[in-house]
């Protein structure tokens, strides 16, 4: 799953919580800490709220940083090569820095769940392995150690305990993480996603809705409903709501403001979507939909179930709505047997979108894929330039589309604040970013923001009000 939604400063994809987690009572465990490092997008940041919830439920207090941990976890990321090489060069930097006894290790998230035992192969130090569908387990997995195992494992995808929130502790306080649909069946050729976080699994329609509504009521005004697929949501309830139905309801709830959805899957993108957000403002009118390669070839060999050509009739169906949509994408250069010819396909597929946000990548093979035993045929320099080129297209495009802004006034939700700069940063409903002279206390408000200056990432503005 990409990341169309950047962490800003009100955000932080370093969750620090607290950990630990026995059946021992929560008094006993109140001096212990621990610490969670999050690698990957934005399901491995909720997933860290669910793990430091349910470890602070044990009466684990948060560390103030890695080295006082008494418990370091790592939510891991396996979607490219290079996120899962990250984890294992931190395991061992953090050898290497500890000279006393080491705390306890945890992996968590989809490298520990495609790894598996062989993680204790490469980090001997790590005591811990469990993969997303199985943290509820955390408390019995750390008592385990506690009674003198060595190595504990949690690796069963055989469940839906993954949607357990009551324990969640959000990190923002005023946007919410909401996981609708679990896993994946799409089964592309390069991706380990139905690997790592098992098949499809769908939460009922009530459970989501009282969920969202208790949000709302502790004050939270931006809803993000996720999923490695999140519009393949199917209402397992005898309600058999559709996932257009399911926006619709979540932007009639008193007090949200903003509902947000990512990552969607082309072949379920359907036109009630595109029909809901246009008659719901609380509906942010933005897509993510990610095309991964402009070549009907291409996507053939990675079997994205859609050709070019399907794919540019769901843009169609976004374009044709009332209201302005933006679109983001994501984009893998280099996969097996791509051409030239392929490539020249997928520029051009950007210059006749005109992406607001293209997320490229260079093809890796990943373990447990189709691809993974096929012929890298692509050389590493030349996906490096392929991913050159295509981003300074996408440079361009973006930037002629955001100088067309300047001069117009967006309402912006703040995020954060650069306290060198001055200058507060937030988000429209777009997914633009835009910066802004303001203060602190202005985070989690809505703002009006006059733009008067863009550049290909971001915007530049003044206030014109609350919004």
Same mark, same amino acid.
């Given at each position: ?91 061992? &930097? ?20 495609? %790894? ?11 005591? *811990? ?8 387990? *955390? ?98 309830? #005898? ?41 719901? #403002? ?62 020249? %396909? ?5 210059? %006749? ?28 320099? %030349? ?53 802004? #002279? ?6 989690? &408000? ?22």
């Amino acid at each position: 799953m990409s990341n169309p939604f950047q962490i800003l400063p009100g955000e932080n994809s370093r969750s620090e919580a607290l950990t630990g987690g026995c059946d021992k009572p929560a008094r006993e465990n109140a001096a212990r800490t621990f610490f969670i490092e999050t690698f990957g997008c934005q399901m491995n940041v909720h997933d860290s709220e669910k793990v430091a919830g349910v470890m602070m439920s044990r009466g684990y207090r948060a560390a103030e940083d890695v080295d006082s941990a008494d418990i370091i976890f790592y939510n891991t990321c396996s979607i490219r090569e290079k996120a899962a090489q990250k984890v294992f060069s931190r395991l061992g &930097q953090l050898k290497k820095q500890r000279h006393a006894r080491l705390p306890v290790i945890g992996v968590l998230g989809c490298v520990a769940q495609q %790894e598996g035992d062989a993680i204790f192969e490469q980090a001997p130090h790590v005591s *811990l392995v469990c993969g997303s569908a199985s943290y509820s387990k *955390l408390p019995a997995l750390l008592e385990e150690l506690e009674s003198g195992s060595r190595r504990v494992t949690g690796l069963s995808l055989a469940t839906d305990e993954c949607f357990e929130t009551e324990l969640t502790r959000r990190d923002n306080r005023f946007r919410a993480y909401v996981t609708i649909i679990e896993g994946c069946d799409k089964r592309c050729s390069f991706c380990v996603v139905p690997e790592t976080r098992g098949p499809e699994r769908s939460r009922a329609s009530a459970a989501l809705l009282a969920e969202c509504r208790r949000l709302a009521d502790e004050g939270f005004t931006e809803i993000q409903l996720l999923g490695q697929t999140v519009n393949s949501w199917r209402d397992p309830s #005898p309600a058999r709501l559709t996932f257009a139905e399911l926006l619709s309801r979540v932007a009639e709830i008193p007090g949200v403001r903003r509902v947000r959805f990512t990552t969607s899957h082309p072949r379920d993108f359907t036109p009630d979507i595109v029909q809901a957000i246009d008659a719901y #403002p609380a509906l942010c009118n933005h897509v993510h939909l990610p095309a991964q390669s402009g070549s009907s070839a291409v996507l053939a060999r990675m079997g994205r179930t859609y050709s070019r050509e399907a794919y540019l009739e769901k843009i169609g169906c976004i374009r044709s709505a009332k209201r302005d949509i933006s679109i983001s994408t994501d984009i893998i250069v280099g996969f097996c047997g791509e051409t030239i010819e392929d490539f020249e %396909e997928t520029l051009s597929l950007l210059d %006749e979108v005109g992406y607001d946000q293209v997320f490229s990548f260079k093809y890796s093979p990943r373990p447990k894929t189709a691809a993974g035993g096929w012929e890298d045929s692509v050389d590493d320099a %030349e996906k490096s330039r392929r991913l050159a080129v295509l981003q300074e297209r996408q440079r361009q495009i973006q930037l002629r589309r955001n100088e067309a802004k300047v001069g117009r006034v967006f309402e912006v939700l703040v995020e954060g604040f650069h306290a060198r700069l001055g200058q507060a940063v937030g988000r429209t409903p777009e997914n633009y970013i835009v910066n802004f #002279p303001g203060v602190p206390e202005w985070t989690g &408000q809505y703002e009006a923001v006059w733009v008067t200056a863009a550049g290909p990432n971001s915007l530049v503005g003044e206030r014109a009000g609350a919004a």
